[in-house]
Structures are given as C-alpha cells and as structure tokens.
C-alpha cells in the first residue's frame, strides 16, 4: 500500500514537472509587453562568470557565478523614442537631464532621430523609472552580459572574428544612434547588445553602469601609451574593475540608453560583489 | 571599336547610375579608408604620429616641412606632434588645401586622445564620454569643462611654423 502510494506520489510529481518543463518557453521565443508594445525574448536558465581581477585598488581577485535558474525575458531592442514617449504622455515624467534644463535631452540629441531610435540622454534614474511604469525591470550586469554573449563560447557573441554586421560603431554609424535592429540579432534573437547605444544595468541595489559600448565608440584602436579599447571591450569588459571610474559612470548623454528584464525567477548569488558597498554609500 | 546604339545606352545609363551613387559610398565610407600605400593616414578613430623628418623644433615655436610630412599631405588628414621630452602634445590637421590648424590633441576633461572627424569637421575624444570640439577648439557637446588650446600656425614655401608660447 505504502509503495503503491509512493509510485502514485512519483508518478503525480513527473507529470508536475514534465507539465512545468513542458510551459517554459523555447529560447528566443517572444513576448509582448503590453504596456509599452516591447516584444521580449526569452532567455533560457543558465549561468554567467562575474568577479574583479586583482589590481591596485581590488588587491583580493573575486570570481563567482550568478545562476539563473529559470532564465528570463529580455527587451528584443534597446527602448525607442516613441516608447518612452509614450511614457512622458503618460506620466507627465520629466527626465532628470530636462530638470537641469541641459542643452541637448532625449528629445533633441544634437543628431536627428526618429521614434524607432533608442531613446538617449537617459540617466539610470530615467530608466529605473520607465521600468517601474512598464512593470519590468532594468537587467543587473550578470543578466544583461548572459543575454549578451547568448550561450556562445566565441570571442565574439557572433564568432571569432569581428564582423560590422552586428554593432553600429563609430567608424559605421556616423554622427549618432542607428534605428534599433538594424543590424543582425545574437543567437537568442536580441538586438544592438553590442554598439548604437550603452545600456544602463543595475551593479548595486543603488548604482548603475552602463554595458554594450555605443555608436561614438571606435571598433579598436591602439596609441603609443598602449591604451586600447574598442566597442565590444567596452560591452563585456569595462566595469570589471573596482571601483568603476566616474567617467565611466557619467549620466545623460547622446549614448546613454536602456532595455528592459521581465525575470521570472531569482537569480542566485545576483550581487556583482557581495562584501564591497556601493561607491555611493562610502 | 564600334558599339550599337543599344549598347551605347546600356553601357551610359550604368555610369550614370554608378557615378551617382558615389556620394553615397563616400559618406558611409570615410570614417574606413583603405590605407593601401605605406602612408598612414588618419580617420575619425585613428591619428598617426607626424613624421620625425618633418620636425623641427624651436624655442617657443614648431617648424613642420610638409614636403617630408606625406601624413598631411591631403586635406582632410591630421597628424598628432608627440614630444614628450619638449612637452609638446598636438594635434595638427590640414582643413583644406593651404590651411592648416594646430590644437592640443588631449581633451579637456579626461586627458584622452582626440581624433579629426573629417566627416563633422569637428574633433572628438576617443573615451567614453567623447566630447566634441570644433576646430575653435570650443567645446560643442560632451562634459569638457573648457576648450582646447589653438596654436598659431603660419604657412609659407611648404614650411609651418607653429607658435607654442
């Protein structure tokens, strides 16, 4: 009797979780947020490698994984202009780069720009904001680089050579952004991860830093000081120091856009780093 | 060698059509000329170092023989004077034929390496905030706190002269 109800318990528990396997959606599959018409793809369970390097001021190296155990939904695009328009309708917000009553904002970048831009001049309170109204969320850094990179091993998300067909640069978008999915998507279906404009992520629960490089960003360079960067460093590589530069972290430019996160799970160990407090709280 | 009238017309219309789309090619191109003589030449991301021959310095001024200087022979090219034991730090740019303007070749607001966009007729620094000067040196857009030194330059018998003081 005792066996026939353990079986029965087993077999009931198999169905639960074939049923659970059975809704998850399919890599790449879309979703559309009714509120600001995103369409999200899905981004599968998995893991993504985060720590600081040892350096002058981090003199303990860290390396951690952050999982994602049930994978999430992530902006296909970077967030257009007619979308956060339609939020200031909305809402009435005023962007923090408006309040300061700066020269150029989201509405006048210094280049011209139609509503399938990625919205700029965007501070990372600007979008934690619009998250907020759109009932989604701003990815953390492990997410945004896990969607990034797309379960590749490659050197780039697109393989081991460099190929312009995937990020707008400066030496091929010319004087500003580029239209959003312009160029080809990552294997999981996002577009512009690398390239056209940064992307705010939240690094502390307080703090943002932008990922993906941009449109005014050169696709590599070297000078005689041995200095390099290049777009697509800039996208993976940048913040892994701490404590991030404060150039880095400037807010309210021509290349400072967002995307957004719908997680359905939590993901474990989600800091970047643990023990170390926010530049903003010391 | 004799053509009909129809291969006159076919062979005319696919000029015209290639010739118009030139400009378009030009402007989306620019920014990645092909480098294929041995000359480095510059574009919006990358400057060369001017030519050691070409230099000659003074007190208190700069002499460059453009005659042994083929990184700023064509107008539209820009050469960086990096002489760190002078305390020399410039960027030298030929603007149009005959012109040629003499700034410091480091931003204002992080000490990063400008380029000439020939594109824009503007400099941009190259890190990640890329401020935006004109060739005033003013700043046209970015977070640079004030704008770029302009040295005087002079021109005569393809020799520049460049005040530093």
């Known amino acids: ?282 | 060698m004799k053509h009909t009238r129809r291969e006159f017309i076919q062979h005319s219309t696919m000029s015209v059509g290639l010739v118009a789309s030139l400009p378009l090619f030009q402007t989306a191109c620019t920014c990645m000329q092909a480098q294929k003589s041995d000359v480095q030449v510059s574009n919006c991301c990358n400057t060369p170092t001017l030519e050691k021959e070409s230099l000659y310095i003074g007190d208190k001024t700069l002499l460059i023989d453009l005659s042994k200087a083929p990184s700023l022979q064509q107008p539209g090219h820009a050469a960086f004077v990096a002489e760190d034991e002078n305390n020399i730090q410039l960027i030298v740019i030929h603007t149009r034929k005959g012109t040629y303007l003499a700034l410091s070749r480091f931003c204002t607001h992080g000490m990063q390496i400008l380029s000439f966009n020939q594109e824009q007729n503007h400099l941009q620094c190259n890190s990640f905030n890329h401020s935006v000067f004109g060739l005033d040196g003013q700043v046209l857009k970015g977070p640079a706190p004030k704008p770029l030194q302009v040295y005087p330059t002079q021109l005569a018998d393809q020799k520049l002269h460049i005040t530093l003081a």
């Open chain 1, 1 to 282: 009797m005792i066996n026939k109800i353990f079986i029965l318990t087993l077999l009931a528990l198999l169905q639960t979780i074939s049923v659970s396997s059975n809704e998850l959606p399919r890599p790449g599959e879309k979703w559309t947020n009714p509120k600001d018409k995103m369409v999200f793809v899905w981004i599968p369970a998995g893991s993504q490698p985060m720590g600081f390097p040892k350096n002058e001021t981090n003199p303990e190296p860290s390396k951690h994984k952050v999982v994602f155990p049930s994978g999430f939904w992530i902006g296909r695009t970077e967030v257009t202009v007619k979308q956060f328009q339609k939020f200031v309708q909305e809402t009435g917000y005023v962007t923090e780069a408006e309040q300061a009553q700066a020269k150029y904002t989201w509405r006048s970048p210094g280049f011209s720009q139609t509503g399938s831009h990625p919205v700029v001049y965007m501070s990372s309170n600007d979008a934690l904001r619009y998250a907020q109204w759109a009932g989604v969320a701003i990815p953390t850094e492990a997410e945004w680089l896990y969607a990034c990179h797309a379960g590749t091993e490659t050197l780039y998300p697109w393989g081991d050579t460099w190929d312009d067909q995937y990020a707008w640069h400066r030496e091929n978008a010319g004087d500003g952004t580029r239209p959003v999915a312009r160029k080809k998507a990552n294997a999981w279906g996002v577009y512009d991860m690398v390239g056209n404009v940064w992307e705010w992520c939240v690094v502390f629960p307080n703090i943002g830093l932008p990922r993906g490089g941009s449109w005014s960003r050169c696709k590599g360079y070297k000078t005689r000081q041995g200095y390099y960067a290049e777009v697509f460093k800039d996208a993976v590589e940048a913040t892994l120091t701490f404590p991030p530069s404060p150039y880095f972290m400037a807010e309210g430019h021509d290349d400072r856009g967002f995307r957004c996160i719908l997680r359905t799970g939590t993901p474990i160990n989600p800091q970047h780093e643990m023990g170390i407090k926010s530049p903003r709280d010391q």
